[in-house]
């Protein structure tokens, strides 16, 4: 059986949620404390065990090409002023990952976006990591995309991660019918995309990751567009559901959703904790700020 060595990382959106930021600099390149959003993504794929990411970009994107690449005038300079801590920095990311890029060329939809990878996974299983969204490990647990792969690589069946959600957030994700297997663990029976609250048949919802059989791709291709118009990823993981099974999984790390503004924060605050540099005296901050406001 197939072990997932590849993951897709579609970043081809236009960041309409976060304008004018977004104007001119792609929302995947938006700063986490000290580092762009898509370096949080992909370093939870390589802690996962990928090898090969394949980011599906589309127009304006090259901000985050550049960045996983050389600069060598940059190098060059640190390494001449003996700057060897920053230097270091910089070469672990260009050496990170195998970062292979390709154009959406068209802004189609999440299941389009999936399908312009195809021609680099070809027959091979592979993770989805959704390019704005950042996970944070709780201490000693491992990362979501690392229990999906490792669901797929004991199974052979395809996962999803899922969360429970308020009412006034489900009609924001695709939403799962399961059953418990196990704590923890469940088979997907059905999924429906974006549903009001009314229609949906649970409130567990997809966050962006998910561990796929290749067989997904072959449903993409002939996926009609569908809500919005677009090509939807949940359409073809419903008949993947129905062909091949799928399985969820809850997952203990926290999520952001780093393409919404509110999200946003809440990752610079709680990442900003974690930083050793800067946690203690973010702290003392909060602690002095959350005092104030109480006395307002
Ligand atoms: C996409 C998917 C949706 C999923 C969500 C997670 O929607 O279509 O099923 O729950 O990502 O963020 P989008 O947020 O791109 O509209």
Redesign the pocket.
């Known amino acids: 059986m197939k072990r997932i060595k590849k993951a897709i990382i579609p970043a081809a959106g236009l960041g309409t949620r976060f304008l004018p930021a977004t104007k001119t600099v792609p929302k995947e390149m938006l700063t986490i404390v000290d580092a762009p959003i898509i370096l949080y993504v992909v370093e939870e794929a390589i802690k996962a065990g990928i090898e090969d990411i394949v980011l599906v970009a589309g127009r304006g994107k090259h901000a985050i090409e550049d960045f996983f690449d050389t600069s060598y005038e940059l190098e060059d300079r640190l390494a001449k002023d003996g700057k060897s801590h920053l230097l270091e920095k910089l070469t672990r990311i260009r050496d990170m990952a195998n970062i292979i890029s390709i154009r959406q060329k068209q802004a189609l939809g999440?299941g389009h976006a999936i399908l312009t990878a195809q021609p680099i996974v070809g027959q091979e299983p592979f993770a989805v990591l959704?390019g704005d969204?950042i996970t944070m490990e709780t201490k000693g647990s491992e990362n979501v995309t690392s229990l999906l792969c490792r669901s797929f690589d004991d199974t052979g069946v395809s996962a999803v991660s899922i969360m429970k959600v308020e009412d006034s957030e489900v009609s924001?994700?695709?939403i799962a019918d399961v059953s418990e297997i196990k704590p923890g663990f469940f088979r997907v029976n059905d999924l429906v995309?974006k549903p009001k609250v009314s229609e949906a048949p649970s409130r567990w919802?997809?966050?962006?990751r998910y561990a796929f059989d290749s067989h997904i791709m072959t449903l993409l291709k002939d996926a009609k567009p569908s809500l919005n118009g677009e090509i939807?990823?949940?359409d073809s993981m419903r008949l993947l559901c129905r062909e091949k099974g799928l399985n969820a999984m809850t997952f203990s790390s926290k999520r952001f959703?780093a393409g919404d503004k509110l999200g946003y924060l809440q990752a610079n605050v709680e990442l900003g904790l974690q930083n050793p540099e800067l946690g203690e005296s973010l702290k003392q901050y909060l602690l002095q700020l959350c005092s104030e406001l109480g006395k307002g």
Not at 205 to 208: D, E, N, R, S, Y
């Open positions: 999440l959704l969204e924001k994700y695709g995309e919802a997809l966050p962006g939807q990823l949940t959703d």
